[in-house]
């Protein structure tokens, strides 16, 4: 059935996920999707925001908002990370959520899609009190997260040692050991090999996959990376360690560039000395945006949403675009990279490693049986080239790109659990 705009604009928009209502009409058309199919995907089946309060430091307290958005949950249990960042709001969140399920259903791997987080600037607040933020967090969504209902993992600002928080949290409220409640853990407490770096490695599976397709050189292309955090810095690591050349790398500060290559584990001492890749010696400095716009064969936004918009993406040289961060391109950006030929490598598919070991990591836990790290990268590859081959062939078929290959495989996916559940 078409889809009939005029039958759904009329409706109250509050709880509906603007990006499944922005972003997918087309695909929605094309799929041919019933308006109950529609009902279904554009709304998220649990979404909350909890105020909690924190004693500060100071001995004053202070309240601090916090949401979750568990966005279907048809395959499996929900599952997605928690950010922390001054700007999150339910919104954002929910358009992250919906992403997740996709992504989750791209790999194909039995999980829902979540997200959630605090409206906070870690960066602002001492250690104890991003202790306190977290457990409190945790205190006022206990009851909706767990093992077999929603699982958390590290996101934007969040990592292994806030994860620890949430997990010794949980297990208190709940008096018993829980470790798979979150991933992302550190290894002695449960966590998984190569979980830190999977979001990258799973990445760059994608791209080596993709290099394959064109004619380009793997030893000779040159590579510019947005975002020096756990995604990016990794990035720029096992790329280096992997013989490719990145060219440029940046983070809140700047960026920073030297067409031989960056000698990248030099990069990184700096960043860990001066608190940022900004004045390393052996490049020119440069902006963010330059970073973006600059001459370079592949271009991996690994930092925040929104990077990529219409007022640059007519600047980008690169001939592929690797979506590491989540959401770096905006629709108007997507439709001119399109026009151009750019191979854009969206984020459900290019940043799913991450969660991808995150289930290795949750299976472990349940079966208390861990792995090598080895086998965990063996099938960290399997998925990926999996998931890529099948979005590729789509993208053949269907002469589309390939965010849209990837959007129709994975609700093809959750709507048929959602039939065979009898939803539908
Ligand atoms: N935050 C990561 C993502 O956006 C990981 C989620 C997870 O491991 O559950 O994919």
Partial sequence: MEVKQHERLHRDDQNLCKL????????????????????????????????????????KMKMFVGHRVQYNDARGPTKGGIRFHPELTLGHVMDLAFLMS??????????????????????????????QVTRGYIHAI????????????P????????????????????????PAVVTGKPIELGGSRARSYSTSLGGIYILEEALKKTDMDKFEVSIAIQGFGNVGENAARILHERGYKVI??????GGIMNREG?????????????????DFAGATNITNEELLTCECDILVPAALSDQLTKDNAADVKAKIVLELANAPTTKEADDIF???????????????????????EWSQNLTNDYWEESRVLERLKKSMITAFNDVYSICREDNCRMRRSAYKLALKRILQAERLRGNL
């Fill in 20 to 59: 499944a209502i922005s972003e997918l009409e087309d695909i929605y058309a094309d799929l041919g999707l019933s308006i109950e199919e529609l009902d279904l995907l554009d709304m998220p089946r649990r979404s909350f925001t909890v105020h909690f309060p924190v004693k500060m430091d100071s001995g």
């Fill in 102 to 131: 996709l992504k989750c259903a791209v790999v194909n791997i039995p999980f829902g899609g979540a997200k959630g987080g605090v409206a906070v600037d870690p960066k602002e607040i001492k250690r104890n009190e991003l202790e």
């Fill in 142 to 153: 206990a009851d909706y997260i767990g093992p077999f209902k929603d699982i958390p993992a």
């Fill in 155 to 178: 996101d934007v600002y969040t990592d292994e040692k806030i994860m620890v928080w949430i997990l010794d949290e949980y297990e208190r409220i709940k008096g018993e050991h829980a």
């Fill in 248 to 253: 440029a790398v940046s983070d809140s500060k």
């Fill in 262 to 278: 960056l000698d990248i584990p030099a990069v990184m001492k700096h960043k860990a000395k001066t608190g940022s890749v900004v």
């Fill in 338 to 360: 399109f026009d151009r030929k750019i191979m854009l490598i969206p984020d459900v598919l290019a940043n799913a490693g991450g969660v991808v070991v995150s289930y290795f």
